[in-house]
């Protein structure tokens, strides 16, 4: 017994000294490149704490903070483009719904400046930026850097960032410390060696799988590609043709394996055109724009028409005719055209499927095309092989006919589906509310409504065949696709949808926040009809009763004597927004936060401006002032609690006595209800 209260006291305490911490995971270094007599470059470096992460400059609407440089203004210099930053992470985020660039561990920003006069003169600029980690995200942080210029520096042509260094700025405990560093001190970089060099660039576990992730879909692509009227009819004549032209079997497979190496080939090379011509990680910048998603809903409309039958997306025929006089010459060379010869040939069947693939292949950045072209065209390759070298497993391949049709327009179905996803980004970001939660969702209902109808042959094409009967294939996919369309239509009533949270729009962004003719008039939430206090709102959709001012909200807590649950959180914070997903909607904790606490979230990253009255001088940043509410309430949580992460969970008295040890980012429902449970009990003591 005792030992398990020892024990329990141990747990107690580490959990005390995790969540009241004051973290302070960024610091920044300075450096000045000199390029030319007129141009410098300003490099300011972030070393990141292991386990946190820093966001990109690219970041939309509604999603984490980003990074932003703010230049001070001089005659003495001008800036020349934007600031440059780095490779860094990037990840389809599933609370925002988008994809998100971060870095770890350390990054360097770089922006051109060229200079107006031959003096030596400073450059201040404030660096506003957020990081996160698994359990928390902190506040918005302002940090001034300084630039020392020094025109008679020497050229440096290197990019080495140990170079020219004049100030290092450093972070520690929200207190900034500016000393000046001697070249001559700093660290001589060193000369890494070729497997050093590998091992450094060595991608982790999380871009492997995201790798993994863009190779099966692109093979699964593939596959699917095999099966369409342009392709799969190709299959026993080109084997046949490489059989009955060689004089052996073992010619036959040589000359199938080169052709199935040419394909894999011809897509790659593919993949490489759109790397170049984009760059690594343009399309993923571009993936968050407006009229990039735009065009691509455009684009994916058009693809999707094209495989339902309205027109066919055809290469023009000379070139597939001079390709084809090529592929009649022996040899290798000849057996390379007849692989281009495909490629081309299949273009109305695999023109769509390789696009889409391609975009988002790259919007992940770095060599994602090449695995994604890679999958695709392996898949594509191998029954050309396969069948080459086991011809007598031809007789098994079902006959050519209407099925290939079939996929076809199932494709253009998919394809017509995934397109409105693409206006559902460019709304949200807009902020336009013209494409909301059920929009999107009635017409997915729709699109998979017609599919599992025309699986079920309720639903001719042009091209199909008619249908006197269905196999027992089409009839399960069909009943599959109904049994998706049945599951969505719930969400039009508020059902969250987990198995497709990643397309639609987020809950609260609907026409009505509590689903499509639902009504708030009943008797468990009685309260949403009587009149909101001074101050108060609801917390759609959850239907949470909360305060946004600290003051009101502890008025109201006296006024109906119940305890005070502090939230000090963020719009920009992911962790918070799990916690409400994931913690606050289990039944349990739900009664609790609308009936037995006064909810007062403090946003950290609020950015509205206090009145003239409400500026005070920051205590933590002595000669700043608080501009903001989120300055405000983040300094509140830092100077009171000792921490600075969000979510942070604060139960107090009415004398603003905290009744217990404050809690984070606490992923099990359990461990939570047992927190407030606490809270409670000792607050009913009190009274």
């Known amino acids: 017994m005792n030992k398990n209260i020892f024990l329990a006291s141990i747990m107690l305490l580490f959990s005390i000294m995790a969540n009241a911490q004051i973290y302070s995971p960024i610091k920044w270094k300075t450096s000045v490149q000199k390029v030319s007599d007129t141009e410098y470059e300003l490099q300011a470096q972030a070393s990141i704490e292991n386990g946190w992460h820093l966001y990109s400059q690219n970041v939309a609407d509604g999603g984490p903070l980003p990074t932003h440089f703010n230049f001070t203004k001089s005659p003495d210099f001008e800036l020349l483009g934007d600031v440059k930053e780095e490779k860094g992470k990037i990840i389809n985020d599933p ?36 990081a996160c980690n698994d359990e928390n995200c902190l506040p918005p942080s302002y940090d001034e850097l300084e630039f020392n210029i020094s025109p008679i520096a020497k050229i440096t042509p290197s990019k080495d960032i140990d170079a020219n260094v004049v100030t290092e700025i450093v972070k520690e405990d929200s207190l900034k410390v500016v000393e000046e560093v001697p070249v001559s001190n700093l ?32 093979f699964l692509s593939g596959s699917a590609a095999l099966l369409t009227p342009c392709v799969f009819p190709m299959i026993p004549m080109t084997v046949s043709f490489f059989t009955k032209q060689s004089k052996t079997k073992s010619q036959g497979i040589k000359k199938a394996f080169f052709y199935g190496i040419f394909i894999i080939t011809i897509y790659i090379f593919l993949g490489a055109v759109v790397t170049w011509a984009f760059g690594a990680d343009s399309l993923n910048a571009l993936s968050t724009n407006v009229w990039f998603n735009l065009i691509f809903f455009l684009l994916l409309l058009f693809f999707a028409f094209s495989f339902l039958g309205a027109f066919e ?7 597939a005719n001079k390709v084809d006089n090529q592929a009649d ?48 065209s392996l898949a594509l390759a191998l029954p050309f092989t396969l069948f080459a070298a086991f011809p007598g497993w031809l007789n098994s391949l079902p006959k050519s006919g209407g099925w290939l049709n079939a996929v076809k327009v199932v494709l253009g179905f998919l394809e017509l589906a995934l397109a409105f996803k693409f206006l559902s980004n460019a709304d949200l970001v807009l902020q336009l509310h013209w494409f909301q939660r059920e929009t999107f969702l009635a017409i997915w209902i729709a699109v998979f409504g017609a599919l599992a109808f025309y699986l079920f042959g309720k639903i001719q094409l042009p091209h199909d065949s008619p249908v006197e009967h269905i196999s027992v294939g089409r009839l399960s996919m069909g009943l599959l696709v109904l049994s998706f369309t049945i599951y969505m239509i719930p969400g039009l009533w508020g059902a969250p949808l987990n198995l497709i949270s ?50 009101k909200g502890l008025a109201y807590a006296k006024k109906v004597g119940k305890p005070v649950m502090l939230d000090f959180t963020g719009w920009a914070c992911v962790n918070c927004r799990k916690m409400e997903q994931n913690v606050w909607t289990e039944p349990a904790i739900m009664n609790i936060l609308k009936n037995n606490v006064v909810l007062i979230s403090l946003y950290v990253d609020d950015k509205r401006t206090l009145t003239a009255e409400e500026i005070v001088d ?13 300055q405000k309430w983040s300094e509140m949580q830092t100077l009171r609690y000792q921490s600075n992460s969000q979510p942070y969970y604060v139960l107090m008295d009415h004398n603003e006595k ?7 980012y606490t992923a099990a429902s359990v461990d939570y209800k047992s927190w407030l449970d606490e809270g409670l009990l000792k607050f009913s003591k009190e009274l």
């Open 313 to 319: 997306i055809m290469l023009p025929n000379s070139l």
């Open 658 to 664: 905290t009744l217990l040890e404050p809690v984070g």
């Open 502 to 551: 990643a397309f639609p729009p987020p809950l609260d962004y609907s026409e009505s926040p509590y689903g499509v003719g639902s009504s708030s008039n009943n008797s468990e939430n009685s309260h949403l009809t009587a009149e909101l206090p001074d101050g108060a709102h609801l917390l759609a959709p959850h239907d949470i009763m909360a305060f946004n001012d600290y003051d």
């Open 187 to 218: 660290p001589i970089k060193k000369n890494i060696s070729p497997i050093e060099k590998q091992q450094k660039t060595k991608p982790n576990k999380q871009d492997l799988n995201s790798l993994g992730t863009i190779f099966i879909l692109s």
């Open 95 to 130: 609370v925002f719904k988008m994809s998100i660039k971060f870095f770890e561990k350390e990054t360097t920003f770089r922006q051109r400046i060229k200079i107006n006069n031959n003096k030596p003169f400073k450059i201040k600029t404030e660096v506003e930026f957020m």
């Open 618 to 630: 920051s205590k933590l940043n002595p000669g700043k002032k608080i501009k903001y509410f989120g």
């Open 329 to 376: 010459k022996g040899g290798i060379i000849g057996i390379l055209f007849m692989a281009l010869a495909l490629a081309i040939v299949s273009f109305s069947c695999t023109g769509p499927i390789v696009g889409t693939l391609l975009v988002e292949a790259a919007s992940r950045g770095g060599i994602a095309p090449f695995v994604g072209m890679f999958g695709f």
